[in-house]
């Protein structure tokens, strides 16, 4: 079965960066459009950025429009998420996912992100 491992997260301090990378074991994942998504103790999964299969288009959520940024590699089956300036309201457990497995309600280990104040 196709698996999506995310990575690259980590603890940091408000106004840090970190990119977080999402690799998925099966090749035809390069022809699908990607999201990432996020969900911090307490409140529901919530959509963060996606972008398409050639990466020709990509959408934000207004939390992060202007310091975060998706991008994808095609040839190393990988998209990732450079998150800039970060602040503690980021503090969350980032997951990547094609729309098919999110209809699925399959999800990754997901990885943390941790911003101290």
């Known amino acids: 079965q196709v698996q999506l491992v995310e990575s690259g997260g980590g603890l940091v301090q408000t106004g840090d960066s970190l990119r977080l990378s999402c690799t998925a074991s099966e090749e035809n994942f ?7 998504f996020r969900q911090a103790p307490g409140k529901e999964r919530e959509f963060v950025s996606n972008i398409s299969w050639n990466g020709g288009s990509t959408y934000y959520a207004d939390s ?11 040839t190393d089956n990988t998209v990732y998420l450079q998150l800039n300036n970060l602040k503690p309201e980021d503090t969350a457990v980032y997951y990547c996912n ?5 209809k699925r309600n399959l999800w990754g280990q997901g990885t943390q992100v941790t911003v101290s104040s």
């Open 30 to 36: 390069k022809y699908f459009a990607t999201g990432w």
């Open 64 to 74: 992060v429009k202007g310091r975060f940024a998706i991008s994808r590699d095609n």
């Open 98 to 102: 094609t729309d098919l497995r999110a």
